[in-house]
Nanobody
């Protein structure tokens, strides 16, 4: 059973950076696609970025430039670096996993494709 646990959220000022972490357990490296999502109140979750088991990264268009996804397979961890935070980045951030052949992610980052989720970590950015 794959389990994910996010950490690293918090309250920051606009312009600051945060590094979110996701501890992933119960999976075999290179058999799952991992991704980060965020959700604003009253809105559906939106994909930020995904990373395949072999390292290929895909970003949603809005995330290019300020968001960086990475993974450390030795630590079974997934990360999301967010730079130059803006008040509109305020929301709940989730990591997710889906089983796939060779850990491939494909081109999309749809929340409907992911079956394993963490509980989320809150990011609040004040101006």
């Amino acid at each position: 059973q794959v389990q994910l646990k996010e950490s690293g959220g918090g309250s920051v000022q606009a312009g600051e950076s945060l590094r979110l972490s996701c501890e992933v357990s119960g999976y075999t490296v290179n058999t799952y696609c991992l991704a980060w999502f965020r959700q604003f109140p009253g809105k559906e979750r939106e994909g930020i970025a995904s990373i395949a088991g072999y390292g290929t990264v895909t970003y949603n268009a809005f995330a290019k430039g300020r968001f960086t996804i990475s993974q450390d397979n030795a630590k079974n961890s997934l990360y999301l670096q967010i730079d130059s935070l803006k008040p509109e980045d305020t929301g709940m951030y989730y990591c997710a996993a889906r089983k796939s052949t060779g850990g491939a992610c494909g081109g999309g980052i749809s929340p409907r494709a992911f079956g394993y989720w963490g509980q989320g970590t809150q990011v609040t950015v004040s101006s």
